[in-house]
């Protein structure tokens, strides 16, 4: 059962300790960073996460990767000139437009995103494990159904 909505100015105080706890674990994910067990560099974490729309494989152009992470196109070219001289990002030429290039990973992008990701599932895996199944069947449909309803106001 979903616990009643707060009113008037509950719901207020609810909806900025909501976006304050938000905000808190965006900071939170961006400070994991990949055991030195798994590689032998650090890895910016503040530019990484502009690795996310390359995880389908298919190269993107750098506008394309802009429009998804819904960012200005020069602030994604500066990330991904660093991700690029950290080895993890490819330029290639477009082939149905020369004057453009496409963006995707290398093997090294592909391993050191899979770290991540297992690093963050691990983090959260020890933070849940003590969680009632239907209490994380809660938290994930109630962050979906968050996130879908954020997604159709942009």
Known sequence: MAPEMPVGDSKEQALTELEMTLARMGRVLRRIRIPSKYLNRDIDINSFWQLAPLRSKKALRPTEIAAQLGLDNSTVSRQLQKLEAQGLVERAVDPSD????????????????????????????????????EDLEALLHYLKRLTEGMETEL
């Open 98 to 133: 020369a004057r453009a290039q496409l963006i995707k990973l290398t093997a090294d992008g592909e391993q050191i995103l899979s770290l991540v990701a297992s690093a963050r599932r691990e983090m959260i895996a020890g933070v849940i494990s003590n969680w009632k199944d």
